[in-house]
């Protein structure tokens, strides 16, 4: 568990504020992933940076069950 999960939805907003189109989000603090999960959605690109392998985990997991059509590709190196 992540002490911080912030609102997917919440984060979606913040990403089509502040994103030109086909930009790509960076979040020196991914935490939980919830800024990943938006980025994706919204059709952004995304790279997250977190230094807690335990946080690591859970957006990766958050992130891959969100969007597994997306983490194929990037594992094939499409």
Not at 3 to 20: A, S, Y
Not at 33 to 56: L, N
Request: proline share 8%; aromatic share 8%; hydrophobic share 45%.
């Amino acid at each position: 568990h992540h002490p911080t999960v912030k609102p997917v939805e919440l984060m979606r907003w913040l990403v089509r504020l502040v994103m030109p189109p086909g930009g790509t989000v960076l979040d020196p603090f991914a935490g939980s992933g919830s800024t990943g999960i938006a980025a994706i959605r919204e059709g952004f690109s995304f790279v997250g940076i977190e230094q807690s392998a335990e946080y690591v985990e859970i957006a990766k997991a958050r992130i891959g069950g969100d969007a597994p059509l997306f983490n194929m590709a990037a594992r094939a190196g499409a």
